[in-house]
């Protein structure tokens, strides 16, 4: 049989998100709904780096932007081994200075945060929303529970290789030095996850962003 390359891997899994979005929508909560929402729309938004920045009609300063993104990316998979794909290699400008938001909650007076599980990235410390008011409207209901929250917007997240994840707008408002490091920190997660094991899965990325 012959390989399948990453573009066509990557439209086969896009199959999937509006049947995740179905059952997400038909089940008792939306929670999942919007996950997978948001996620499509993001994907759908994608353009590849290489023609926004050979098109002269796009903003000069994000050219430039994107140059130094991508001479990162390249780095990335040439010296440091990380997947070779197309993920950040593509952009999108989702018009919003975060792409989600992460809500986070704990007992009172306790500094122990509540766990959510998740098929592939089994159990986190949070859970993320696309929307700014959907995370607040969960933490208002939280509270009202008696526990502690606080929401947080992320610039970026990994996929774990099931997506070509984009650079995104929220990334640059980095410096140059510090999204070459997220890029790296992002791949990295693609490399290397292990479901539930938070604090290594950040270590691990960490370290490879720092030697990077």
């Not at 009172?108 to 098929?119: A, G, K, N």
């Not at 290789?161 to 791949?187: C, K, S, V, Y």
Request: include cysteine; aromatic fraction near 10%; charged fraction near 20%.
């Amino acid at each position: 049989m012959p390989k399948l390359n990453a573009a066509l891997i990557d439209r086969l899994r896009l199959c999937w998100v509006p049947l995740l979005l179905a059952v997400g929508l038909n089940g008792c909560s939306t929670y999942y709904g919007q996950l997978a929402l948001g996620q499509l729309e993001l994907l759908r938004q994608r353009q590849p780096v290489e023609a926004i920045i050979a098109d002269p009609s796009q903003d000069t300063a994000l050219r430039q932007r994107l140059v130094q993104a991508l001479q990162a990316r390249e780095f990335a998979s040439q010296a440091l081994g990380l997947p070779d794909n197309d993920s950040y290699r593509l952009y999108a400008d989702l018009q919003r200075p975060y792409v989600v938001w992460n809500l986070f909650a704990t007992e009172e007076f306790s500094v122990e945060p509540l766990q959510h599980c998740f098929p592939v990235a089994g159990c986190v410390a949070y859970r993320g929303y696309y929307r700014q008011g959907a995370a607040r409207g969960a933490a208002a209901r939280l509270r009202l529970q008696g526990l502690d929250t606080h929401v947080a917007g992320v610039e970026a997240y990994s996929t774990l290789g099931w997506f070509d994840d984009p650079l995104l707008n929220t990334m640059l408002r980095r410096n140059d030095e510090q999204l070459a490091a997220l890029i790296f920190h992002e791949l990295a997660h693609q490399q290397l996850y292990l479901p539930g094991d938070t604090a290594f899965n950040e270590s691990y990325a960490s370290f490879v962003e720092r030697e990077g």
